[in-house]
């Protein structure tokens, strides 16, 4: 129940924000599953305040690799990651012991570095892209 309940909220979304605190608190759940599923929900839901950020961190260093792995995909979902889960999702590239989880630390690392620099006007690969697209223009 608490498995399909978290899979559920993660399902819904942003519009789940108010579920955080209990999603945070089944983080913690003795199943992995659980675990696993309210991590990737937190994601989802896309908040990295408070519980929720220090869920996901949790998460990447959780003792089974499935949860460490959806950790580093629901850090990687978060539209701005704070610099402490880019730090982490660092940590988890170079120095996790499952390849699958570095693998999934360095995609989100892809993604969150893809959006910043599509928002980012000093950005030297979008001024070039925006000077290419006036030239043609």
């Known amino acids: 129940v608490r498995m399909t309940a978290a899979d559920t909220l993660g399902d819904i979304g942003p519009p789940a924000v108010a579920s955080v605190p209990a999603l945070a608190a089944l983080a913690q759940d003795p199943h992995w599953w659980v675990r696993r599923n309210a991590i990737e929900a937190l994601g989802r839901i896309g908040s990295s305040d408070g519980p929720a950020g220090e869920a996901m961190l949790r998460g990447l260093l959780d003792g089974d ?4 792995l959806n950790a580093a995909v629901a850090l990687g ?4 990651p704070p610099e402490y889960a880019v730090s982490a999702l660092e940590r988890a590239q170079a120095g996790d012991e499952n390849r699958y989880v570095r693998y999934y ?27 290419m697209q006036s030239v043609a223009a």
């Open 77 to 80: 979902k978060l539209t701005e």
């Open 65 to 68: 690799v499935r949860v460490r």
């Open 105 to 131: 630390a360095r995609v989100a690392l892809a993604y969150a570095e893809s959006r910043r620099f599509a928002v980012d006007d000093d950005c030297p690969v979008r001024s070039g892209w925006s000077a």
